[in-house]
């Protein structure tokens, strides 16, 4: 397993997860505004400005919109999030949901995190010096360069214009799929700040679609200095404080996620197929598939779900669900399921092989002929 290729395959997603994770992104101007008039940059110079960038110290709303295409809407809920730093690697985020909201502090030393639904706080220790600084290896400049190498082998990368987003003037960086690549999506386009390099908008348009199908930006954004008690947290009367344990959920190092990452794909027998944009994820699960929705049922029981094993109660019935959000499909290669959204395909056999990427269906069938 070529375990460099599969990041690479993921890497879209990833990048895509750490700016959200930042909150960084931002709303377009109005279309009567016209376009910031900024000194000409190229792509490289704007790629290598964003990875020296530092994230200084701001206040800001953050929101989050998608038209996947899928039966659900996976951000119902969120709202808007409200991001703050000092500047100096101390970060607040507040995300509200339907009834409840959940805040996270990075006061430099331990990372908090509070429920207010269930009222519990969970504590984070890593010492004196805050996640942010512990990335080992290449500096980010040079990471951004072999990226940026990476993609141009199957993209067209550009600075596309200006923007005015947050009110903030922006550069737009556009990645094209070059046009013998086979993939459902268009471009993405990544709204950078004029001034402090941070990415303030990000859109991923699919082919045939007008609208993103997801987009993550910045409604509100101020930089400047911010109260320090911001950063600094102190349980709520009442609340339940533990501990982080093992199976928490806590920020990990580049190293570590990477390892992880790497022990992933060899548990789940991953391998890619194709190159660049047509890239495929494919494995063979640990039996057909009415071996492995009887064990999920049988997991669900065990867990009190009812004799569905999903929440269903008796006579809930997988397969029905599997023909609902997908379509019988056959051929060469078999017979299964496939699923498809705006920028993705998955491809399930009822032998118990997977592919998955963001291609059209062909490609997946294609690829499925070579998990064995």
Do not use: C
Not at 161 to 185: C, D, F, I, N, Q
Not at 299 to 307: D, F, L, T
């Amino acid at each position: 397993m070529n375990t460099k290729k599969a990041a690479l395959a993921v890497a879209g997603a990833g990048v895509l997860a750490g700016v959200v994770g930042l909150g960084v992104l931002a709303i377009p101007a109005g279309a009567d505004e016209p376009p910031p008039v900024l000194p000409q940059i190229s792509a490289d110079q704007l790629v290598e400005s964003v990875a020296n960038a530092k994230i200084p110290a701001l206040a800001g709303k953050v929101s989050a919109t998608e038209n996947l295409g899928l039966p659900i809407k996976l951000l119902d809920g969120i709202g808007s999030a409200s991001v703050w730093s000092d500047g100096q690697n101390r970060f607040r985020a507040t995300l509200p949901g339907k009834s409840s909201e959940k805040t996270f502090v990075e006061d430099g030393g331990t990372l908090w995190s509070w429920d207010s639904q269930k009222n519990t706080v969970t504590k984070f220790d890593h010492g004196e010096k805050a996640a942010a600084d512990k990335v080992p290896g290449k500096d980010l400049a040079t990471i951004g360069k072999d990226v940026l190498t990476q993609v141009r082998k199957y993209s067209d990368v550009k600075v596309d214009g200006t923007a005015r987003v947050a009110k903030r003037p922006a550069y737009e960086l556009v990645v094209t799929p070059k046009p013998t690549e086979r993939t459902l999506l268009r471009e993405i386009r990544v709204a950078v700040d004029s001034e402090t390099r941070l990415p303030l908008r990000l859109q991923v348009l699919a082919n045939g679609q007008a609208d993103p199908a997801l987009k993550v930006e910045f409604t509100e954004l101020n930089v400047g200095a911010q109260d320090a008690k911001l950063f600094q947290f102190t349980p709520p009367q009442g609340a339940t404080v533990k501990e982080a344990t093992k199976g928490d959920h806590k920020p990990k190092d580049p190293a570590e996620a990477r390892k992880g990452f790497q022990d992933l794909i060899s548990s789940l027998n991953l391998k890619t197929v194709g190159d660049g944009w047509d890239t495929t994820l494919v494995a063979k699960l640990p039996g057909d598939l009415n071996s492995v929705i009887g064990k999920a049922q049988e997991h669900g029981q065990a867990q009190g779900r009812g004799p569905g094993g999903f929440g269903g109660g008796k006579g809930f019935d997988v397969t029905s669900l599997l023909k609902t959000f997908g379509k019988e499909t056959s051929g060469p290669w078999g017979t299964g399921y496939v699923f498809s959204t705006k920028v993705a395909t998955a491809l399930v056999t009822t032998d118990g092989r997977v592919a998955i990427g963001a291609v059209p269906e062909q490609v997946l069938t294609e690829a499925i002929g070579q998990v064995k």
